[in-house]
Nanobody, 117 residues
Framework: QVQVVESGGGLVQPGGSLRLSCAASGITFGIYEMGWYRQVPGKQRELVALITSGGRTNYADSVKGRFTISRDNAKNTVYLQMDSLKPEDTAVYYC???????????WGQGTQVTTSS
């Protein structure tokens, strides 16, 4: 049984930091491309950051220079370090595990991040 579980969301003031974690089980974690997405009500889910099985990263323009994605294959975990948070970063953040070769894709349940003073 595959499980993808996010944690680390919360309320933070503008300019603050949060680190999200996503633990995956039931998959061969090292071969999966891992991504963080976010969604606000009424809008489509959008890609925030991606890290390939080889460690290459890709970021949305809106978060470049502020967010950092990383992975620890020994712990089956991917992280999203979010610095200099802005009110417009407020969203539910979802973790995705994607096996590019097979098309298998798994989502977590999401974690709320709210940036507000």
């Amino acid at each position: 049984q595959v499980q993808v579980v996010e944690s680390g969301g919360g309320l933070v003031q503008p300019g603050g930091s949060l680190r999200l974690s996503c633990a995956a089980s039931g998959i061969t974690f090292g071969i999966y491309e891992m991504g963080w997405y976010r969604q606000v009500p009424g809008k489509q889910r959008e890609l925030v950051a991606l890290i390939t099985s080889g460690g290459r990263t890709n970021y949305a323009d809106s978060v470049k220079g502020r967010f950092t994605i990383s992975r620890d294959n020994a712990k089956n975990t991917v992280y999203l370090q979010m610095d200099s948070l802005k009110p417009e970063d407020t969203a539910v953040y979802y973790c995705n595990a994607n096996a590019v070769r097979t098309g298998h894709s798994y989502w977590g349940q999401g974690t709320q991040v709210t940036t507000s003073s």
